[in-house]
């Protein structure tokens, strides 16, 4: 990708595995790239200064199911959410990064949750996270947004941002103003396909509101350098 937005031509292909919709993240020297895949294992590549990509590990299993991640700001670990009920381990996990090799280690388990989708963490913090899904310990009762201390795992603050639990969520962004942004594609519920906003505060989940009929939000992209986000 040049500077003008222009894609290179390239025939490299790196065998990671089969991929799905939980994404990829970079650490922020853009070395090393984590990728979910298909099986709830992860792909891991490098990056070298001159473009050339190579497998680190393809098809990692990580000691839990993985359906999304997010990089850590500091590029030492990844946010790991395993997507079932919390008696067969739903939660957030994090696995440490090895600064030398890229691998990922094995992960460690940091709170449980019902079928959580998404792990946000914001830009001015390196221990703040939001995480997407219901009956987080320590979040109020009907709950799907936690605020958490990723260091302790403490629950700060919850929302109820959806107001019902017919949400089916994919992915979660936080807008350079602060709004986290959260779209429902729930193709089951009669609802309207919708993006719910709620605004982060400090260690705070303040104002919210529901924007409706945006039809399958299944992914939301925030501008970096603005206002706005693309769903």
């Known amino acids: 990708l040049d500077a003008s937005g ?3 031509d390239t025939d490299a292909r790196i065998p990671l595995g089969t991929a799905r919709g939980g994404g990829m993240a970079f650490t922020p020297d853009g070395r090393i790239g984590v990728a979910t895949l298909h099986d709830g294992t ?3 590549a490098s990056v070298s200064g001159d473009g050339t990509a190579a497998v680190v590990q393809a098809g990692f299993d990580p000691g839990t199911y ?16 395993n997507p079932n009920w919390a008696d067969s381990g739903g939660g957030l996990y994090r696995a440490g990064i090895d600064c030398e090799t890229g691998e990922v280690g094995p992960a460690s388990f940091v ?4 079928n959580p989708s998404a792990i946000v963490l914001p830009r001015d913090s390196r221990s703040r996270g939001v995480l997407v899904g219901g009956e987080i ?3 109020t009762p009907g709950a799907d947004l936690a605020l958490l201390d990723l260091e302790s795992g403490a629950v700060l603050s919850s929302s109820d941002a959806f107001g019902d639990d017919d949400a089916i969520v994919s992915r979660a962004a936080i807008a350079a103003s ?6 429902d594609h ?5 609802q309207p396909n919708r993006v ?3 605004r982060i505060d400090g260690d705070s989940l303040g104002a919210s509101l529901l924007i409706d009929d945006v039809y399958d939000p299944v992914s939301i992209v925030p501008n970096p350098l603005g206002p706005g986000a693309l769903a």
Do not use: C, H, K, Y
């Open 6 to 8: 222009v894609l290179g």
């Open 42 to 44: 992860l792909g891991v």
């Open 66 to 81: 993985v359906s999304s991640l997010a990089m850590d700001p500091t590029g030492e670990a990844v946010w790991l959410v």
């Open 111 to 114: 709170i449980a949750a019902r």
């Open 137 to 139: 310990p320590g979040a």
């Open 178 to 183: 602060g709004w986290l942004l959260v779209g």
């Open 186 to 190: 729930s193709e089951f519920s009669g």
């Open 196 to 198: 719910a906003a709620v």
